[in-house]
C-alpha cells in the first residue's frame, strides 16, 4: 500500500513570490491535514478536511494561505506571498474516519525556505 | 502553555539501557495519546497509542497512561543506536492532534 506523498520535497523561493504544495493521501482516507513544523517544534495543524469540506482551518492564516481538496482525494496548499517567516517543514498527513484512535500518516513532506 | 509539554531533551543513554521519556497534557478532553519517532530530516512514524488508563507493551516500548495526573510516557528498553530519533507526543481531541515540541534521544554505542 503507497503512503502518503507530496510534492515537491524542497522549494526555495524568493519572499513575495506565490508557492504551492500538493498531496496525494493513502487511497481510502478520507480525512486529510496540513501541518507546518518549525525547526525544533511540533507539527502544528494548519487545516483538516473530511472529504472536500474543510472542517477546521482555524489554524490557517487566511490573508495568505489557502487549499483546496476539490474531489476529496488530493489536495493543494498555496501561499501567496511567501514570507521569510514561512520557511518551515509543511506536512501532509491522512487517516481513516471513524477510527477512533485517530492513527495519522504523514507524508515525506515539503521543506520550504523564503529567501 | 502548550497543550502538550515533553520533558526537554536531549536525552543520551547508553546502548541496552532504558530510556524514559515524559508527557503531560492540559487539554482533559484528550481521548488518545500517541507517540511519534520523528529520524532528522524525515517525517514522524508512529510507534505507539494508547487511550486507556494503565501501560501499553509494543515489544521494547512500554506506554504509559495516567489520566488524572494529564501524564503520559513512553519507556524504551534494551535501547540501540537505531532508537536515536527525536519522540514526539501527541493527544487527541475530536480527531485534532496537538504535538509537544519533542525530545532528542541519542543512544550511545
Known amino acids: 500500500e503507497a503512503g502518503v506523498v507530496q510534492s515537491p520535497r524542497y522549494k526555495i523561493i524568493e519572499k513575495k513570490q506565490p508557492v504551492a504544495f500538493w498531496c496525494n493521501p493513502i487511497s481510502g482516507h478520507n480525512t486529510l491535514y496540513w501541518y507546518l513544523q518549525n525547526l525544533g517544534q511540533g507539527p502544528e495543524l494548519l487545516i483538516r478536511y473530511e472529504n472536500e469540506e474543510a472542517v477546521d482551518d482555524s489554524q490557517l492564516p487566511k490573508d495568505r494561505f489557502s487549499a483546496e481538496r476539490l474531489k476529496g482525494v488530493d489536495s493543494t496548499l498555496k501561499i501567496q506571498p511567501a514570507e521569510l517567516g514561512d520557511s518551515a517543514v509543511y506536512l501532509c498527513a491522512s487517516s481513516l474516519r471513524g477510527d477512533r484512535n485517530n492513527e495519522q500518516f504523514f507524508g515525506p513532506g515539503t521543506r520550504l525556505t523564503v529567501l | 502553555q502548550k497543550e502538550v509539554e515533553q520533558n526537554s531533551g536531549p536525552l543520551s543513554v547508553p546502548e541496552g539501557a532504558i530510556a524514559s521519556l515524559n508527557c503531560t497534557y492540559s487539554?482533559?478532553?484528550?481521548?488518545?495519546f500517541f507517540w511519534y519517532r520523528q529520524y532528522s530530516g524525515k517525517s514522524p512514524e508512529l510507534i505507539m497509542f494508547?487511550?486507556?488508563?494503565g501501560d501499553k507493551e509494543d515489544g521494547r516500548f512500554t506506554a504509559q497512561l495516567n489520566k488524572a495526573s494529564q501524564y503520559v510516557s513512553l519507556l524504551i528498553r534494551d535501547s540501540q543506536p537505531s532508537d536515536s530519533a527525536t519522540y514526539l507526543c501527541?493527544?487527541?481531541?475530536?480527531?485534532?492532534?496537538?504535538f509537544g515540541a519533542g525530545t532528542t534521544v541519542t543512544v550511545r554505542a
Open positions: 487539554d482533559r478532553g484528550s481521548q488518545s
Open positions: 494508547i487511550y486507556s488508563n
Open positions: 501527541a493527544s487527541s481531541n475530536d480527531y485534532k492532534l496537538s
